[in-house]
Each structure stands twice: as structure tokens, then as C-alpha cells.
């Protein structure tokens, strides 16, 4: 786990939560997809968005447990955390959440905006189409571990797959 410290973050994670919920954790495995809560979400917004747009934002809102718990347990905790594990952290939120927000938050009716303007929108057509055209999910972890800074390798890019919605 030394050598891997998205390992070691999730692990982390899972035991600070342990220790607080129980057995309840488990809705935090980053490996299952909590369907009891993107159906609740769905439910929440089906009059609202309709069916196929409601069961969408149900799942983009349900998809990044084990990232919402790692933002969590480090505001409660900070302290039990390393500079790796914040970093794998907080890698692991980009890659596995802010698409998934996005994506919500449009299905929602809220427009997307750069309001500190960092340039959020820069992307350039190759990267988009590559993006585009990759199915399923999975970041290549092995490649984000290359970005951590006590690896001494520099920043390289990162290679990210879309999602899909289950049932879509």
C-alpha cells in the first residue's frame, strides 16, 4: 500500500468512516454503484425532469461516493492524511467527480460557467475527440500515480474514459 497511495487514500477513507457509521460505510465502496440513492435522486426529480433526464441526474449525482467521502473525511480529519494521500485524493476526485457534476448540473438546468476564470473550457479538438470516442469508464490509475510529486516524474497527461449511465 506504501507504493500505491490511492490505495492507501481509500483505505484511509473507508476506515475513518468505519469508524464513525459502521457498517454503513459500505455505501462508500468507490467499486459499488449505490443504485438505492441514484433511484431516490431519480424519484426526488422524476416530476421535475422527467423520467430519462431524472434517472440520468440520479446517476451522475451517485457515481463519486468514495470521492465525496475522501473531500469529507479530510475536512474532518486533515491531520491523518499524508501529502500522497491528499494528493491521490484529490486526483481521484477530478478524474471520478467534476464530469459527473457537470453533467448533473446540466441535466439540472444550471449553466456551466468559469466565474474565477481558470479556463475551464480549453480543450482542444483532439483532446475532445479523443475523450468522445473512448467507451466505458476507468481512469488509468497507473498513469495518475506518474503525476504524484514524490515520484519524481513530472506531470503527465491523463488518460480518462466517459461513463455511461447503466441502463443507457
Same mark, same amino acid.
Request: net charge positive; charged share 25%.
Given at each position: +500500500?506504501?507504493?500505491?497511495? &490511492?490505495?492507501?487514500?481509500?483505505? #484511509?477513507? #473507508?476506515? @475513518? &468512516?468505519?469508524?464513525?457509521?459502521?457498517?454503513?460505510?459500505?455505501?462508500?465502496?468507490? =467499486?459499488?454503484? !449505490?443504485? /438505492?440513492?441514484?433511484?431516490?435522486?431519480?424519484?426526488? &426529480?422524476?416530476?421535475?425532469?422527467?423520467?430519462?433526464?431524472?434517472?440520468?441526474?440520479?446517476?451522475? +449525482?451517485?457515481?463519486?461516493?468514495?470521492?465525496?467521502?475522501? /473531500?469529507?473525511?479530510?475536512?474532518?480529519?486533515?491531520?491523518?492524511?499524508? #501529502?500522497?494521500?491528499?494528493?491521490? *485524493?484529490? @486526483?481521484?476526485?477530478?478524474? *471520478?467527480?467534476?464530469?459527473?457534476?457537470?453533467?448533473?448540473? =446540466? /441535466?439540472? *438546468? &444550471?449553466? @456551466?460557467?468559469?466565474?474565477?476564470?481558470?479556463? /475551464?473550457?480549453?480543450?482542444?479538438?483532439?483532446? !475532445?475527440?479523443?475523450?468522445?470516442?473512448?467507451?466505458?469508464?476507468?481512469?488509468?490509475?497507473?498513469?495518475?500515480?506518474?503525476?504524484?510529486?514524490?515520484?519524481?516524474? *513530472?506531470?503527465?497527461?491523463?488518460?480518462?474514459?466517459?461513463?455511461?449511465?447503466?441502463?443507457?
Amino acid at each position: +500500500m506504501k507504493n500505491n497511495p &490511492f490505495a492507501g487514500c481509500r483505505t #484511509k477513507v #473507508k476506515t @475513518i &468512516f468505519e469508524e464513525l457509521v459502521g457498517a454503513r460505510a459500505e455505501a462508500l465502496d468507490p =467499486t459499488k454503484h !449505490n443504485r /438505492i440513492v441514484q433511484e431516490k435522486i431519480q424519484a426526488a &426529480f422524476k416530476e421535475d425532469l422527467g423520467e430519462e433526464k431524472a434517472r440520468l441526474l440520479g446517476f451522475h +449525482m451517485a457515481d463519486w461516493n468514495a470521492d465525496a467521502a475522501f /473531500i469529507v473525511a479530510l475536512h474532518l480529519f486533515p491531520k491523518k492524511f499524508t #501529502k500522497r494521500e491528499i494528493t491521490a *485524493g484529490i @486526483i481521484s476526485f477530478h478524474i *471520478g467527480a467534476t464530469d459527473h457534476i457537470t453533467a448533473a448540473s =446540466t /441535466i439540472n *438546468g &444550471f449553466h @456551466i460557467e468559469d466565474p474565477f476564470e481558470v479556463g /475551464i473550457f480549453r480543450k482542444t479538438a483532439k483532446q !475532445n475527440q479523443k475523450i468522445a470516442t473512448e467507451p466505458g469508464v476507468v481512469a488509468d490509475l497507473s498513469r495518475l500515480q506518474e503525476r504524484l510529486p514524490s515520484q519524481g516524474k *513530472g506531470k503527465k497527461p491523463v488518460t480518462r474514459r466517459r461513463a455511461s449511465a447503466p441502463g443507457s
